[in-house]
């Protein structure tokens, strides 16, 4: 699929400083990582550039979450042709009900707490925290990190949070059919499990390989009552064929969006839904160590599970936020999903946001060996986060990532990993070592 393109290369990033911590909580969804402060360095401090810089339309903490109409900056917004006008519109339209009406509310707090089984631990990854308390030159003793558990969740991973509450959304808007695209299986699998409380009909779109690769996965969705329909391609493709397959029967079937991309409101639900785990690790910190985590850490392959746990502490300029993105075979190999590093601005799946494409705005094919980091665009609040300086992002390559999966694993046996293999939401905390500039 073509791209229109709006080069930004040339445009300075702001940089987030390094700050100075006696002893850190690091949040890994994430990881939150507990320290004690000696001096906290907000990102107003004079040790580097701060958002002071950021032109501010009102307030700066309101600012960074957007307009409240799909914009972030130059990002989001709604690239689609004009016969989904009205079909976003309506979806917009009872998302903004939905989110204040207390039944609404009432039974999603209910599912998520007996179907899902939120909240989900804030772990404190003990053995891995002595690992690096060794290794960890640059922080006096090292982080104290802690694992926020969406592993634990009905289905294995963070999508169920999203997926149940659109379900809901679904049968609210009259849509008796569901469909849905997959890359790793876990959108899929919980796309289904979700259909399937609610008695709707489900359909997912996954890309030839990926079914091969997480076929565990393809069995559950069909466990569950779900279609699997082929897809030549990977996760990019099969978005699109569930897009397309949504547009021919817009007025019976909904799109279950997995991740933060899409026309607005898309990436809005999708946050807003994944929300839960930020809000979570806030109150769980101050259960825990009476204060917040210093930094958190997530990997980013859209989106989704980076802004849930992010979102929360937007305005919290004490909390660093750190994504990191997938390198795959290394940033010179042209095989890699780094598209904050690698990307251009340039309208996908229709929003703008930074893309991974070539001269003539062509997309092109993503890679990593965790499945579902394989698309080539993220979130626009993603991409207005790194714009701004919000956030801080890194890239791993597929060799750390595995690397940084056996040491969590070797570290923290009583760990179940589920699901994608090599994108189990903590597996990159450890190998952070490129910044994204
Ligand atoms: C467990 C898990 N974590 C992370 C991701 C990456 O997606 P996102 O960036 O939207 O969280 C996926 C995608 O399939 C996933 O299954």
Known sequence: MSSSKIQ???????????????????????????????????????????????????????????????????????????????????????????RCDHEFQEELTTALRDYVGRETPLYFAERLTEHYKNIVPTIEGGPEIYLKREDLSHCGSHKINNALAQAMISRRLGCSRVVA???????????????????????????????????????????????????????KDASSEAIRNWVENLYTTYYLSGTVVGPHPCPIIVREFQSVIGKETRRQAKQLWGGKPDVLVACVGSGSNA?????????????????????????????????????????????????????????????????????????PEISFMKETGRAEFYTATDEEAIQGTYLIVRHEQNLIITGPFLNSNWTVTVTINRKID
Do not use: W
């Open 8 to 98: 930004v290369r040339g445009q300075p990033l702001l940089r987030v400083p390094a700050r100075n911590h006696r002893m850190t909580h690091l949040v890994v969804c994430g990881v939150s990582t507990k320290r004690h402060h000696r001096e906290i360095n907000a990102l107003s401090s004079n040790s580097g550039p701060s958002l002071d810089s950021v032109p501010t339309r009102t307030d700066k903490r309101q600012f960074l979450r957007g307009d409240g109409n799909g914009k972030f900056g130059r990002f989001g917004g709604k690239f689609v042709p004009e016969t989904l006008m009205s079909r976003l519109i309506e979806l917009e339209d009872e998302f903004n009900f939905v």
């Open 181 to 235: 695209a997959t890359g790793a299986g876990q959108h899929g699998v919980a796309t289904a499990a979700a259909c399937a409380k609610l008695s709707l009909e489900c359909t997912v779109f996954m890309g030839a390989a990926d079914i091969e690769k997480q076929s565990f996965n393809v069995l559950s969705m069909k466990l569950l009552g779900a279609q699997v329909i082929s897809v030549e391609g990977t996760f």
């Open 307 to 379: 802004l849930g746990l992010f979102h929360e502490f937007v305005g919290d300029e004490d909390v660093r936020l750190v994504g990191v993105e997938a390198a795959g075979l290394g940033l010179d190999s042209g095989k890699h999903s780094a598209t904050l590093a690698f990307g251009d601005v340039g309208v996908y799946h229709g929003s703008m946001s930074y893309l991974l494409q070539d001269d003539q705005g062509q997309i092109l094919k993503p890679h990593s060996v965790g499945v579902g980091l394989e698309y080539p665009g993220v979130g």
